[in-house]
């Protein structure tokens, strides 16, 4: 496998330049179309994935930082969540932040603030990390930029940010690219590896740059089984090895359609990939879509074939659908949603997403 050590002994601040600063990142979730599902070693992924990033389900991350008032091993920082502390989430990031020290060392040195958001509400039960932890760590990069300078050029930083995010939350680190991106070692697209995502941007064809992803709410309870507790599982599945070779086989499959503007192969794969990552998950006993999610499935397979529309489904670990279609069928699927797939959602509830730009420096 590649080398890549990013630790780095020297980024200590001499005490006299020790002065307070503050990086604003906003970062959006992505949606993977070949699904990460199992990992090894120190969140490296047991198959390549690749996905979409969004447009509006983004995270807001301002970070504060100053010289502690005395220097420590001890990671200093307090996390508010829309305004209120929220301890499970701090205790994670101090965590993360721990682990980083060998890369960053400054971070001994100071004592930050975290204030953070989400632009899509809790309860609609949309994973986060991949947004909140692609924010941190684009705001990380930052403050070595801005303290140290030394990144070659943009794509130095954001293989850096990726890299990091990776280590935060493996989906993080394909959410620091517009359109899309390949997260995994595969042959199929050069450049790409393990330890960092890639932005595959300018290999997608026009027939996929404006995608909308509508997220259909089915439920906004908890995940009945966690990111990670989910990985673990793989571990003991019997069909964990197939898995990884349908994945692997498909990420061939699905660059060829992307790059061609091959809606059909897309959809068929996409869907493949989202029920298979299901499958997995019911075969250590989990069941996590819920009647309504099945009956959106059916839903748009039944919808497909009548109006022969390229509008596909895909999931999460969860039990929401993301409906994936072209723009020049908006106006038609809307109303299909709104009358026929929004009433099988929590109060109506679905949220309007899109093909993203990427993150952004505040
Ligand atoms: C993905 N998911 O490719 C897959 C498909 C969910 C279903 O990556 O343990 O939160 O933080 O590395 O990235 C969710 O897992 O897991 C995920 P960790 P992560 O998007």
């Given at each position: 496998m590649e080398e890549l050590n990013y630790n780095n002994p020297s980024l200590i601040i001499e005490s006299a330049n020790l002065k307070p600063g503050k990086v604003v990142w906003r970062s959006p979730s992505n949606i993977a179309i070949v699904k990460y599902w199992g990992k090894h070693?120190?969140?490296?992924p047991r198959n390549p994935s690749v996905s979409f990033t969004l447009a509006?389900?983004?995270?807001?991350?301002?970070?504060e930082y100053q010289p502690k008032e005395t220097p420590s091993n001890e990671v200093e920082l307090e996390l508010y969540f829309h305004s209120e502390r929220k301890e499970d989430f701090e205790t994670k990031?101090?965590?993360?932040?721990a682990s980083l020290i060998d890369i960053f060392p400054f971070i001994k040195q100071m004592s930050f603030v975290i204030r953070t958001g989400n632009s899509f509400p809790h309860s609609a039960g949309i994973a986060s990390?991949?947004?909140a932890m692609s924010a941190l760590a684009?705001?990380?990069?930052?403050?070595?930029d801005e303290l140290f300078g030394g990144f070659e050029n943009d794509a130095a930083f954001d293989k850096k940010a990726s890299y990091l995010a990776r280590l935060g939350s493996g989906s993080a680190c394909r959410s620091i690219f517009p359109t899309m991106s390949v997260w995994g070692k595969t042959s199929h697209v050069e450049g790409s590896s393990d330890l960092y995502g890639i932005g595959i941007g300018d290999m997608v064809h026009e027939n996929f740059k404006d995608f909308h992803d509508d997220i259909l709410i089915v439920s906004g309870e908890e995940k009945s089984v966690s990111s990670t507790a989910g990985h673990a599982l793989m571990e003991g599945n019997p069909f964990a090895e197939p898995r990884y070779n349908q994945a692997r086989t498909n990420m061939g499959k699905v660059i060829a359609a992307i790059k061609a503007g091959d809606l059909e192969t897309f959809g068929k794969i996409t869907e493949e990939e989202a029920l298979s990552l299901h499958a997995m998950m019911m075969n250590s006993n989990y069941l996590l879509m819920r009647p309504n999610s099945l009956k959106i499935i059916e839903l748009v397979r039944e919808y497909r074939r009548e109006t022969n529309h390229p509008i596909y489904f895909t999931l999460d670990a969860g039990p929401n659908i993301h409906l994936l279609y072209p723009e020049n069928i908006m106006p038609e699927v809307r109303v299909f949603v709104d009358e026929q797939l929004a009433p099988l959602c929590v109060d109506n509830y679905f949220i309007g997403d899109w093909v993203g730009e990427g993150p952004e420096q505040q």
């Open positions: 070693g120190v969140q490296l509006s389900s983004i995270t807001d991350t301002l970070i990031v101090k965590k993360y932040f990390s991949a947004s684009l705001g990380l990069c930052s403050i070595e």
